[in-house]
């Protein structure tokens, strides 16, 4: 594991193999009671709609995942997950700090 990537990092091993052409778009953490660090490499994606598509591919896999690792329904656990984005995008719940403008933020 890097300095970079925390000590609390997903580990990659087993996962696809990721060569020179590969790019990491998002890195999300959260701490408890601290809120979220949210890093994004907005480069790597023109079209705003391709990162949308990203996000939707990732609100899939986090359903199974939830599903699995919580012997729970995956569309339940889909729903749920939809139910919380929408909800934090309708109240904006909390501020949002930009530390690298136009760049990782």
Not at 53 to 65: E, G, K, N, P, V
Not at 80 to 104: C, K, P, Y
Request: hydrophobic content about 40%; aromatic content about 6%.
């Amino acid at each position: 594991m890097s300095e970079q990537d925390g000590p609390n990092a997903i580990p990659l091993e087993g996962g696809d193999e990721l060569g020179s052409e590969s790019h990491e778009v998002v890195r999300v953490w959260i701490t408890n009671n601290a809120g979220s660090s949210v890093w994004i490499r907005a480069q790597v994606l023109e079209d705003p709609r391709i990162f949308g598509y990203l996000m939707s591919d990732t609100i899939r896999h986090a359903a199974r995942a939830y599903a699995t690792t919580w012997s729970m329904d995956e569309d339940e656990a889909l729903q749920a997950i939809v139910d919380g984005l929408a909800e934090e995008l309708r109240e904006q719940f909390g501020d949002i700090t930009t530390i690298q403008e136009g760049s990782l933020n």
